[in-house]
């Protein structure tokens, strides 16, 4: 899967994406940071640490993560705030779009091959998606309704 990284000296962004869906939270609601018109699109720099973590922290498909610079250790800004992580798994249907589900969840596929996803993930619900069973963004292109 690929991968690319951008940092600031504190932390650095991981965009994978392979698991984008183009759900655009990013470049709507940190421009100054996330923007598909430049390149790089991630400018690390855009922003202060905390306003990075808790924008990466709202990508609903995992593509964007992070961790800090000096040991690789993730640091969540939900704990950073003192918020729990609910043991409870979540889910969100998003209007015209997929399913969110908010938790880590194991999943088994027809061959019984295993895939992780911690704490988020994007289930196709259009059935456009060529990563069934996760969002690919297709939904976007068929007009999907529902
Ligand atoms: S819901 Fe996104 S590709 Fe089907």
Redesign the pocket.
Known sequence: MTKREYSNSEITIVWQPDLC?HAAHCRKQLPQVFDPQKRPWVDALGASTKQLIAQVEKCPSGALSYYTNDGKTPVSHKKETGEKASEWISVEI?EN???YLFGNVRIKDKRKEETIREEKA????????R??P???????K?N?KG
Do not use: E
């Open positions: 869906i998003i779009g997929p399913l994007a289930f196709c619900r259009c059935g456009a998606s990563d069934k996760f969002c690919d963004g297709s939904h976007l068929i999907f």
